[in-house]
Structure formats: structure tokens, C-alpha cells
């Protein structure tokens, strides 16, 4: 153990000589690096640091998927259309129902300079299933066995089918298992061995910007960008005056009244459409008298709030009211449901006939400046309910406290809770629903015949059949309003005029195929 540490240590060491050797004399040998490297760095302003560092396990999140997007690699990717591509595999299999094999590509390295075989893809589905903790291990637990069959092929037996397993894997980053096991999960997470296009060089826990620098090994390198600095800058109207005033290039999370101003100025605007919805979780587990455990008052509650004048006022028609968990772009859609009208004397009846005619008092947990007037959203939504008598006190919870509370069930005094049914993570509407069935890990929402139906669609094989069954999950959740359903999300972002072919993916952005002019903006 001791031996292998310290040729870990040994190759960090050279790789680190050998990096400071090339910047010396790329620097000796052209009098304009400096403006060079100037004009391929690409600055982004973004909301937060990832809580857990370069620990891709421990905590999912908008800006946390955007960085380890560009620090790791999976097996499976979604281009940008939200297809499934290739990533570590560049072909997989399925000869029989619970057996799943990938043929790995041969040019792929970690940092290191290891190579990213088989065996590293063994030891980190292995490294998940040994930390139950950690969110990501969700999308593991279906899986019996791993195996390398040979360097370059890699074999994963369910214990019951998974229909969705490439989907899942497509969440799983592969770590340089040489890394993990010489630092632990807490050096690791301080310095990452991954195979992507950059590699983290400051966490930003001094000076505030994160910096990742380009991986030109890596199969994704990069085709302009030299290196990432993204800074957090919490207040949206902060990261539109750096993106005016020509501190930052990218501005992520802005608001619909940002778009005119920027475009005015001769900025672009790219609107991602990530396939979040955003809503309240209207638990029923946890409090034993909650009036939530009713579903009269679910159901009062979203009649309660008008949700168009969200999406219209508010959002600018860039959103539309959200009707369920999925969006159109995803897999078990249902084009069926309408969203709750606005009818507060109806809410008015359901509460009443709940035994509740007078309103009660709640407590709402929410994230705020994660995406478009996000604070006002939610403002709106607790004016809402007042005036049919539900009293909402809005406490803002930090976003890197936030999956400690949702995944740990450590949600306090609350009995509501702001979150994202996300279907843009697979593409598919199942990983929130399970989010909001009785298997969950510490489960706040539970409803028996929504759980079965949950549980049933993880194993048909048959598209069409698991189809109409992800489609009577969204509208049993409806109908029980397992959430108050707000908006479809989309995501603001700004652009300097010198950012070209930038996209996002559904794990964050594709950073690697930016161009920049040699304009610049300092």
C-alpha cells in the first residue's frame, strides 16, 4: 500500500516538474503568451462552488455538473440534442435482459497518465457500492456484478433488468482509482484524477474563482479554450454587470429581464433548455399531523397559485406552467395533463373540506438564486397561498447545504421544500419519480400505488409498455400533487461577443468545443 502511494505521488510529482518546465519555456519562446493566454481563457460566472469539491459522487447540481462534466468521463453521454452518444464506450450491448457489456475506447487517459480500462471502471462502480451515502450510488443499485472481461471490455450484470441502466451510467464518473486510493475521498475531492478535457488547478477557496486548466491528452480536448475560470458571484445583477463591464465572458442563471439590456449591448443570450420543472415538494412523511398528509390540501394548494402569471409576468415567456415532472423533451412525457388552473375559491373548498377553513401556518425551505427570478417564484407562490389562508414563512437554505436535507432527510422544522423534478439528467422522467416514491432513502413523499409503478417501469425491457407506465406515473403524481407543479425551467445564460458554438449538455457545459475570437474585453 505504502509502495503504491508513493508511485502515485511520483507520477503527480513528475507531471507537475514537467508542467512548470513547459510553461517556462513556452513563455521564453514568444514575447505575446501573455496575450495569448489571455485570449484563450474562457471566464464564467456561475452561482456556487460544488460542495464536495472534485468529489463527483457526493452532490448533484447545476454548476457542480458543469465543472465535473469537464473533469470526468462516463461511460454513456447525451449530445447536445439529449440523445444518447458514446462517451468512455464507443459501443455497448445487451445480450440478455440483466447482462450489459461496453467496449471501452483505447485513447483515453486519466491525468495521471494511466489509461482508462476496464479495470478503472470495475474499481469505481465498486467504490459507489461501498458508500450507500453518496447520491450517485443510486444509479448503481441495481447492479449485482462487474467484471473486466479484457482491458478494453467491461461486463454489468443487474439483479433484475434495468431499462435504463445506459442512462444511469451516463451520471457515473470514472475516477483514477491509483488517485482514490492514495488520497481518500477527501484528497480526491482537493485533487481529482479524471480523463476530461480540463483539469482543476484552484478550488477558489481563497480568491473565489475556480480555474481548470485544459487536458490536451484527453479524447474531448479542448478546440479553443486553454483554460476555465469560473468565479461565484451569487446576485444575478452582479454577473450581469461582470459580463457588461468585461470581467467574465459567461454569465449563467440570469433573469428574463436581463435578456433585453444584454442584447441591446450586443450580447447573446442562450436559453438551455434543461428539462427541470420547478416545484414545491409537498411532503406527507414528515410530520405525522401535517396538514400535507392530506391531499385535498396538496390538491387546494396548487389551485392556489397561478402559475401563468409566473411564467408569463414573471419569466417573461420563456417558461411555461408546469403540469408534472416531465417536460416535452423526455421520455414518459405525458401530453395529456393540463396544468392546475388558478381557481383559488376551489382551493378554498378543499381546504375547508380538509378541515382546515380557516388556513394554516407552513414552513417552505427554499434555494434561491439558481435560476430565473427564482426568489420571486417563490415569493409569488407563498402571496398565493396567503390569500386562501395558508400562512408560508420562506426560509432560503444555502445550495450546498441543500444535499445533506434532501438526501440525509434532515429537513428540520419544514414542511415544505423547493426542488427541480429533473428529467434532463437521463432524459427520462423516472430518476425524479423515484425521488418521489416510498424506496427513496429516507423518504419524504410515499404513495404505495405510485412506488409499484415506479419500481415496475425500472425493469421493462418493452419501450412502448414502460412508455404508457412513466406516463401513468406523472399523472398519478398530478392527481395526488405530490408537488405544488410552478414551471418549467429554462436557463439563462449570457454571452460575450467573442463566445462562439457554445451549447450546454444535460450534464452541464460543453466547454471543450467553444471558440473564441481574439477579441477581447479587458
Not at 378554498?348 to 427554499?366: H, N, T, W
Request: hydrophobic fraction near 40%.
Amino acid at each position: 500500500m505504502a509502495h503504491r502511494q508513493q508511485k502515485v505521488r511520483d507520477i503527480i510529482s513528475s507531471i507537475a516538474c514537467l508542467l512548470l518546465i513547459s510553461t517556462v519555456l513556452a513563455a521564453q519562446s514568444s514575447p505575446t503568451i501573455a496575450a495569448e493566454r489571455r485570449d484563450h481563457v474562457l471566464r464564467v460566472a456561475a452561482t456556487d462552488v460544488p460542495a464536495a469539491l472534485g468529489n463527483p459522487f457526493k452532490s448533484m447540481g447545476a454548476t457542480a455538473g458543469s465543472v465535473w462534466d469537464l473533469i470526468f468521463d462516463c461511460l454513456i453521454r447525451f449530445d447536445q440534442s439529449g440523445a444518447i452518444a458514446p462517451g468512455l464506450a464507443t459501443r455497448w450491448e445487451n445480450p440478455n435482459p440483466t447482462t450489459w457489456r461496453f467496449h471501452l475506447r483505447n485513447d483515453a487517459k486519466f491525468f495521471s497518465g494511466a489509461p482508462v480500462d476496464a479495470a478503472a471502471i470495475v474499481k469505481t462502480i465498486e467504490i459507489l457500492k461501498s458508500h450507500p451515502e453518496y447520491p450517485i450510488t443510486a444509479d448503481t443499485m441495481t447492479i449485482a456484478r462487474v467484471v473486466a472481461i479484457d482491458a478494453q471490455t467491461v461486463e454489468i450484470v443487474t439483479a433484475v433488468p434495468d431499462a435504463i441502466l445506459p442512462r444511469r451510467l451516463a451520471l457515473v464518473r470514472i475516477v483514477d482509482p491509483a488517485i482514490w486510493e492514495a488520497l481518500g475521498p477527501d484528497g480526491f475531492a482537493r485533487t481529482p484524477g479524471g480523463s476530461g478535457p480540463y483539469q482543476p488547478s484552484n478550488w477558489g477557496q481563497t480568491g473565489g474563482t475556480i480555474v481548470l486548466k485544459a487536458n490536451a491528452s484527453s479524447w474531448r480536448a479542448p478546440k479553443s479554450v486553454s483554460q476555465l475560470d469560473v468565479t461565484i458571484l451569487k446576485d444575478a445583477t452582479t454577473r450581469v454587470q461582470a459580463l457588461l463591464s468585461g470581467q467574465v465572458d459567461v454569465a449563467l442563471s440570469l433573469n428574463p429581464d436581463d435578456i433585453s439590456p444584454l442584447q441591446t449591448e450586443g450580447f447573446g443570450i442562450y436559453v438551455s433548455k434543461n428539462g427541470q420543472v420547478q416545484v414545491w415538494a409537498l411532503p406527507n412523511l414528515l410530520k405525522p399531523n401535517s396538514p400535507l398528509n392530506d391531499v385535498r390540501v396538496r390538491q387546494a394548494m396548487n389551485y392556489a397559485v397561478d402559475k401563468a402569471q409566473m411564467a408569463t409576468t414573471l419569466l417573461s415567456g420563456i417558461a411555461d406552467p408546469a403540469s408534472q415532472g416531465g417536460t416535452p423533451n423526455a421520455f414518459g412525457y405525458n401530453s395529456d395533463i393540463k396544468p392546475y388552473s388558478y381557481d383559488p375559491e376551489r382551493s378554498r373548498k378543499l381546504l375547508k373540506e380538509a378541515g382546515y377553513p380557516q388556513g394554516f401556518s407552513m414552513i417552505a425551505d427554499v434555494v434561491v438564486g439558481l435560476g430565473p427570478a427564482d426568489t420571486q417564484i417563490h415569493q409569488k407562490a407563498a402571496s398565493d397561498l396567503g390569500n386562501v389562508g395558508i400562512r408560508v414563512e420562506l426560509r432560503t437554505t444555502p445550495y450546498t447545504a441543500r444535499p445533506g436535507k434532501f438526501y440525509g432527510g434532515l429537513w428540520g422544522d419544514a414542511d415544505a421544500f423547493s426542488t427541480t423534478w429533473n428529467s434532463g439528467l437521463y432524459r427520462d422522467v423516472i430518476r425524479s419519480a423515484a425521488d418521489f416514491a416510498c424506496t427513496k432513502p429516507n423518504p419524504f413523499f410515499c404513495d404505495e400505488e405510485i412506488t409499484a409503478l415506479v419500481t415496475q417501469s425500472q425493469t421493462l425491457m418493452d419501450p412502448k409498455q414502460r412508455e404508457q407506465t412513466l406516463k401513468r406515473i406523472m399523472q398519478l403524481n398530478h392527481e395526488k400533487a405530490s408537488s405544488l407543479w410552478l414551471v418549467e425551467y429554462n436557463t439563462i445564460i449570457g454571452l460575450a461577443p467573442r463566445v462562439l458554438n457554445f451549447a450546454t449538455r444535460s450534464t452541464g457545459m460543453a466547454i471543450e468545443d467553444v471558440l473564441l475570437t481574439q477579441e477581447s474585453r479587458d
